[in-house]
């Protein structure tokens, strides 16, 4: 037999027989410990609160959005982590805001605004008075729910990296029309800010070179593009033409783009 294999075996066994031959007072101190952790004289399999603690921190805040994915990516069984929960160890569900949420004093404020709009009597003609506003949908999910230490501080989120889809609504006050003999409802449309875009490369999805639809970016242009091209084609079509029509539309930038002079001059009469 070579000399190699005689020297592992040797010490293999003096290292068995080492770590069997424990003092009195060492084997008293582990019967004590399995005696603490055992039931009805059967070892328990539990894992204490600061192991699941340790376990549930080591997945990063993307990772617990729900239980399923918290238990997924620790190793944690779902019950267990409700049973962890409901021993007040401080996990809990928090809500990841993007923006702060509103204070006392804004509030305020846009109800002063509000109200400042308020008249004793209604005029006549505010009945012809087209309302333009732009809506704004959020594609990014904007509120998010993760399960969270109280000593562990939730990441801010940052407002720039939402994908948003705009909408210009386009609404007058609802009232009877007498030509028809019913009630008009004062809704006048919803126009998406959308473009049709080849697409540059293949994916699950679609193929390269498919038109596929894209949320548009906003601007000067593309504001007066669709106020000439579709809400006043939907105004004249469903408003009456004896009378003119004013458009109502907020102090932004871009909406101060469409002007009453900008309307006579490309021949948008009643307006």
């Known amino acids: 037999m070579p000399q190699g294999s005689s020297r592992s075996r040797s010490t293999s066994v003096v290292d068995a027989s080492t770590r069997r031959n424990l003092s009195d007072d060492e084997r008293i101190a582990a019967y004590q410990l399995f005696l603490e952790h055992s039931l009805n004289g059967e070892l328990l399999r539990v894992r204490s609160a600061n192991n699941i603690k340790i ?15 918290t238990a997924a990516k620790s190793g944690i069984p779902k019950s267990t982590i409700l049973r962890h929960i409901k021993k007040s160890t401080g996990l809990k569900a928090g809500s990841s805001q993007v923006k702060p949420l509103v204070t006392d004093y804004p509030k305020a404020a846009r109800i002063r ?34 399960y969270l230490y109280d000593d562990e501080v ?22 009877y029309d007498p030509h028809k003999k019913k009630m008009f409802d004062g809704k006048i449309g919803i126009c998406p800010f959308d473009e049709k875009v080849v697409a540059l490369c293949t994916s699950k999805n679609r193929s390269k070179g498919v038109l596929e639809l894209k949320a548009q970016n906003v601007d000067v242009q593309a504001r007066q593009d669709m106020i000439m091209n579709e809400v006043v084609s939907a105004i004249q079509g469903k408003m009456p033409r004896h009378l003119s029509v004013r458009l109502q539309q907020d102090n ?11 309307i006579a001059q490309l021949s948008r009469g009643g307006i």
Do not use: N, Y
Request: glycine letters at 2%; aromatic letters at 6%; charged letters at 25%.
């Open 55 to 69: 376990a549930i921190k080591a997945v990063p805040h993307e990772g617990r959005k729900t239980l399923l994915s």
């Open 113 to 146: 605004l509000a109200m400042s709009f308020l008249q004793p009597q209604l005029r006549k003609d505010h009945v012809f008075d087209v309302h333009v506003d732009e809506k704004w949908f959020c594609v990014t999910k904007v509120k998010r729910t993760l």
């Open 154 to 175: 939730l990441a801010e989120r940052a407002a720039k990296c939402i994908t948003k889809v705009v909408f210009l609504a386009v609404v007058v006050r609802p009232r």
């Open 252 to 262: 932004a930038s871009p909406p101060t783009c469409v002007t009453t002079k900008l």
